[in-house]
């Protein structure tokens, strides 16, 4: 049985930089670069 989906959304910082969109999740390496991107944008910390 497949699940109904729900909500799936990755943040980083308060900004949501991977989501389910159109019954589908990201991929692995999907959500893995856009937090990489997200996290060089925020600097050393």
Do not use: N
Request: proline share 4%; hydrophobic share 45%; aromatic share 4%.
């Amino acid at each position: 049985m497949l699940g109904s989906g729900g909500i799936f959304e990755v943040a980083v910082d308060g900004r949501v930089v991977a989501k389910k969109q159109l019954g589908s999740f990201p991929s692995d390496k999907d959500v893995v670069d856009a937090v990489s991107v997200a996290l060089e944008g925020l600097g050393p910390q």
